[in-house]
Nanobody, 115 residues
Framework: QVQLVESGGGLVQPGGSLRLSCAAS????????MGWYRQAPGKQRELVAT???????NYADSVKGRFTISRDNAKNTVYLQMNSLKPEDTAIYYC?????????WGQGTQVTVSS
């Protein structure tokens, strides 16, 4: 069964950058689109970015131009490069397939953007 482990979160000032990693225990990138999701306190989990096996990407309007989703097949890892971070980006970030599968949710990684 596939397991996804997120890492790379932390505390960063507004305007700063972070790169999140999502390591997969199984090889699913060749047949499944992947996505980054986030959940802020008291809010619904939302889709941030997606990446298809053939390389197509989509981004939420709120992060377009600032975030980039990518993958390294050799490391079986999906990344989310986050630039020009805003306080509104503060959330727990998760990776999952897209559409998501409930059994794939990991613990996520906390991103806090604060001055």
């Amino acid at each position: 069964q596939v397991q996804l482990v997120e890492s790379g979160g932390g505390l960063v000032q507004p305007g700063g950058s972070l790169r999140l990693s999502c390591a997969a225990s199984g090889s699913i990138f060749s047949f499944s689109a992947m996505g980054w999701y986030r959940q802020a306190p008291g809010k619904q989990r939302e889709l941030v970015a997606t990446l298809t096996p053939h390389g197509s990407t989509n981004y939420a309007d709120s992060v377009k131009g600032r975030f980039t989703i990518s993958r390294d097949n050799a490391k079986n890892t999906v990344y989310l490069q986050m630039n020009s971070l805003k306080p509104e980006d503060t959330a727990i970030y998760y990776c999952n397939s897209h559409p998501f599968l409930s059994q794939y949710w990991g613990q996520g990684t906390q991103v806090t953007v604060s001055s």
